[in-house]
């Protein structure tokens, strides 16, 4: 018996966590053109506030590298002159170049901010859409909290690149490009003493983006195992407490925090280590500039105007190289959280309409299993062989078996949330395949094994099918599953808050609101998975005469553990690993002295 907790029995161990987070083919890659060219077409839709925005960034560029340049003139050719008029008209001039670079980054951000959290809500938007169309078995394999990170933190710093990172580039590179040219220009002698750093801060570079690359990405995993393991200890919280095993949880806990604490603290380190680093020679060149610039001014080489604006680029000269390596690690996650988007977005539904699905028409309720055979996925065993059913219109079948057998499989593949591997499953003999998958589940209620309800209200999830139903027909419905009389009986009614995962409603309650929430959607074809089980004489009463009330008329297929229950069905089916060793009425199985009777005589042994 499970606990009614959602612990996914799916999950691969540490192991599998790291693969899915992954360590992916761009792990370290500072560009991938495929990547960079798909997500950049979320960017299409916002061309003119782009362009904009880089035409703003294109006059902050140009501001920034002419202002040094007045200093020289203004130096130079007025103060050195006297010309004092000059120099109030050259202030003005410097003073405005302030204001028009304050407006021009201003306007750059404000444009850059506003589609990047378009584009942020768009791809969040859109691959939600695509998660909802991904086939059941994509879900049973991937860890919950690790698809919550890829939604949430990947697109995240993929936006942080698309929307801001690969301007602020192209911006270093103008500027950087910029004060070389003019360096050379004004002075060509002192241009190349203030460059002799740079070999030692290629050097530099090419260390730190070594180091960083390494623990950045033993940042990531680290982050991708305390995710892991937070969301799954919280969804077995049920689990951990009844086995007393707060202590191992902790434990655990412990080891990956400690793990994602030191990650960031030597990834922290690097960036503290190289900062400084660049900052230290970027004095050492002005050091220089001031030191031989001194020697030519004192030789009559450059004027003191060109030293000043020296001084002046120099210090410039080193902020987008810092700028840089700061880029350097945004454009590594979000190439990995790039990659790893992209390969979800690609990730086809293998359950999906195929190009020419149709409208299922009202469905009469005729459903029939044609040699079916089915596994989860190619590398697992079938579950179900070789089943051949036929059910007619309004009948009422029974499966009954061992568990394990595979009868919330069979049930699974009517409503088409997987796909026969073999066979075929036709309603009114037609192909669910054919079909749209809407129009077919549209005419189809389930009652699943682990009831789920929603946060929201009672109402909400009773309605859950039927979004548009009335309040009568919705208080009708919970009638007629005999929910009314509990939920009158609560404080608060229908509009009673049900808490994540139905926390405040007991078992038996969540299955008699999903039941009214089956009633409600009135389909023509009705699941119900174990509706019985778990619940005490008088619930099982009151769940009993709902089904009766919720049969009638409708195809069913009842899977019970319950053999009480499912008395009066038209045909019960055995199933046993998965195939269907025996079918008929109660009394013909009975008088048939095999697995079904079997299964009764045990049972009624105890009762
Ligand atoms: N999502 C899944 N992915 C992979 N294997 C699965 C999945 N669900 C079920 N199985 C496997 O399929 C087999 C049949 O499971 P199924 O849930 O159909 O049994 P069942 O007859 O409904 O059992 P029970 O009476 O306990 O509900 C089991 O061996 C199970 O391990
Ligand atoms: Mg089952």
């Known amino acids: 018996m499970s606990f009614g907790v959602g612990v996914s029995g799916a999950r691969g161990g540490p192991g599998a966590l790291l693969r899915e987070f992954g360590a992916g083919k761009n792990e370290g890659k500072f560009f991938d053109v495929r990547v960079v060219a798909r997500l950049a077409g979320y960017l299409a839709p916002y061309g003119w506030r782009m362009l904009g925005a880089f035409a703003a960034m294109l006059a902050a560029s140009a501001l920034t590298l002419v202002t040094p340049y007045w200093y020289k003139i203004a130096i130079d050719q007025h103060i050195a002159a006297g010309d004092l008029a000059g120099l109030t008209w050259l202030a003005w001039l410097i003073g405005g170049a302030f204001v028009a670079l304050y407006l021009a980054t201003l306007a750059q951000q404000y444009l850059l901010g506003w589609v990047g959290q378009r584009v942020l809500a768009n791809l969040r938007a859109q691959l939600f859409r695509h998660l909802q169309a991904l086939p059941l078995g994509y879900h049973d394999t991937h860890i919950v909290g690790v698809t919550v990170s890829r939604v949430i933190n990947d697109v995240a710093v993929i936006n942080d690149l698309l929307s801001e990172g690969w301007i602020t580039l192209i911006a270093d590179f103008v500027i950087l490009g910029g004060i070389v040219v003019v360096m050379l220009s004004l002075s060509a002698p002192l241009a190349l003493w203030s460059f002799a750093v740079l070999p030692l801060m290629a050097l530099a570079t090419a260390i730190f983006s070594r180091q960083a690359k390494i623990a950045f990405r033993k940042t990531r995993s680290a982050v991708a195992a305390v995710v892991g393991d937070l969301a799954e200890d919280l969804a077995g919280m049920r689990v ?260 994540e995962g139905g926390a405040n409603v007991s078992v038996g309650q969540r299955q008699l609101i999903c039941i009214a929430r089956a009633i409600l959607a009135d389909p023509h074809v009705l699941i119900l998975d174990e509706a019985t089980a778990n619940v005490d004489t008088v619930t099982e009463a009151l769940i009993q005469s709902a089904l009766e009330r919720l049969l009638a008329g409708r195809t069913a297929i009842v899977i019970a553990h319950r053999l009480s229950t499912i008395r009066h069905a038209d045909l019960i089916c055995v199933v046993q690993d998965g195939q269907i060793v025996e079918q008929g009425r109660h009394d013909a199985l009975l008088a048939r002295g095999g697995v079904y009777h079997a299964l009764h005589a045990r049972q009624f042994a105890g009762a």
């Open 240 to 499: 951990i407490q009844a086995f007393a095993q707060e202590g191992e949880a902790q434990k655990r806990f412990r080891q990956v925090n400690v793990a994602n604490r030191d990650a960031h603290v030597s990834a922290m380190s690097l960036s503290f280590a190289f900062l400084p680093a660049i900052e230290f020679l970027g004095m050492l060149a002005t050091g220089i500039v001031l030191w031989v610039g001194g020697q030519m001014v004192a030789r009559n080489e450059v004027t003191v105007g060109v030293l000043v604006a020296f001084l002046s680029y120099v210090t410039r000269f080193f902020a987008p190289i810092q700028e840089l390596s700061r880029l350097y690690n945004t454009m590594q996650s979000a190439m990995a959280g790039g990659e790893r988007v992209v390969e979800l977005l690609d990730t086809a539904p293998i359950v999906c309409d195929c190009a020419d699905a149709r409208v299922m028409p009202a469905i009469a309720g005729a459903l029939a299993f044609e040699h079916v055979s089915f596994r989860y996925r190619a590398d697992a065993p079938f579950v179900l062989r070789d089943i051949n059913l036929k059910i007619a219109p309004g009948q009422t079948v029974a499966l009954v078996g061992p568990t394990g057998a595979g009868k919330t499989s069979l049930g699974n593949l009517i409503a088409r949330l997987y796909d026969v591997t073999e066979g075929a499953v036709t309603v009114d003999g037609v192909d669910v395949r054919a079909v749209t998958q809407e129009s077919l589940r549209r005419q189809m209620g389930i009652v699943p094994q682990d009831p789920f309800l929603f946060t929201g209200t009672l109402a909400d999830n009773i309605r859950f099918g039927r979004m548009d139903a009335s309040d009568e027909a919705m208080i009708a419905a919970a009638r007629l599953a005999n929910a009314h009389d509990f939920i009158a009986a609560l404080p608060e009614g229908y509009r009673t808050k049900i808490l």
